[in-house]
């Protein structure tokens, strides 16, 4: 059943908003003093992008900023999440080497917004490694989190004058394990059962240096909040009634949201499952280089407690059931023991994995409410996406953010859940990671067969708009006062 614009009721102070990453965006990828990053050399060589497409040019967001500004000015966004890239501001990676037209650049897009009165939400990293950062270990080097809270710094100096929203990191799990373990993101490492920790851990480690260094030197004087963005699905046992299928989805859970949010929100460790799973299997499969799931050093600033709301990235769900056999090698997928599975009753939109479950989002808020100690939530990624033939007037996606909208309010009004804001991934069509430019998930089309790029919005655009255009005249002050 899909709702009218008029059903979807929110508070007055909540951020809509659309988010976009550097890598996928900006292009000009060696252009005005700009370093290399993971994904300049992954996407350079064969045979790793759909059709060898890479973002050298992408969207070309660093030359045509201002068409991007025109479409956020559009769809009335009250925030806009975007990220910086690191080795556009910091070719080598280091703050010995400071690209002054990295800075104009951000400088620009984060002046403009703010004079559009648009607040601009900043991710530290979205995937994208300065390559020369990788050629000394990348992060499963244990000087990365130094290195990192050196470039966190960088930026709050930089830019914390205007930047009141802040997410070091966005989505470790994925980063971690398909580019340290599947070896299908950057940098493209296949180290089964053993890299995927390590990078993991050193993502937490230079997240909460970063944290700590806002708290102790920024956050007085700029009074903004640091966090991090997670993404999971939510998961259900296949059967419901069965012990194994219930235990199965709860190691799904604990291994794709409780590997990163239990140390920060809740224990200051990782789920005990984890950790007992991953050192049984390594003593049942003989590996003795010491325990694979890293502990937490008391040299290292305290990770409980460094995120100032819980900022998540929801796609699909997945009913998920005990694997019938476990092959004894060690594997991320062997540690968790969860086998996923699509219901056929759930409608897949354009890749093969987006099963469509607006419903799942609602028990997820209500699940991290619960097990989360009722943090504040941003939901900084939500999208639905398109393959082959373009459909302009995109009426299930049109649909499917009216029935998402619909299920947050319900988190909301219903369970209690207190979130802020919502970002759509994404602002415009860009390139989709390994998906290249097959996948859009944008609210504007934008003509990669064209040098213009033309940005044009879709039907979908213009139905999120008028949501939020419905929301801001609910909210009007009244003549007597707010």
Known sequence: MS????????PSHFAWGASTAAYQIEGAWNADGKGSSIWDTFCHAKGKIFEDQNGDVACDSYHLWEEDLKCIQQLGLSHYRLSFSWSRLLPDGTTQHVNPKGVAYYNKVIDSLLANNITPMVTLYHNDLPQALQDIGGWKSLEIA???????????ETFGDRVKLWLTLNEPYVCAKLGHEDGIFAPGLKEPGVSVYLTGHNMLRAHAKAWHSY????????????????NSDWAEPLDPNSPEDVAAT??????ILGWFANPIFLTGDYPEIMRSRIDAFSKETGYSEGPRLPKFSPDDPAVLGTADFFALNYFTSRKVKAPASSPRKLSFKNDQGAEEVLDPSWPICG?????????????????IKDT???????ITENGFSQMGPVEM??????VYYRDTLHEISKAMREDGVDVRGYFVWSLMDNFEWVDGFGVRFGLFHVDFSRPELTRTMYRSGREYAAIISNHRSRHKPTQTGR
Do not use: N
């Open 393 to 398: 007037e995109d009426m299930k996606r049109c």
């Open 146 to 156: 130094d290195v990192f809270d050196s470039y966190a710094k960088f930026c709050f």
């Open 250 to 255: 709860e190691r799904y859970m604990a291994f």
């Open 372 to 378: 989360y100690k009722s943090p504040t939530v941003y």
């Open 3 to 10: 709702h009218t614009v008029d059903e979807i009721v929110f």
């Open 215 to 230: 708290h102790t030197h920024f956050r007085q004087a700029q009074k903004g909040l640091v966090s991090l963005t997670l």
């Open 351 to 367: 890749v093969s994995w987006l099963a469509v479950v607006p419903d799942g989002l609602r028990k997820l808020l209500k699940y």
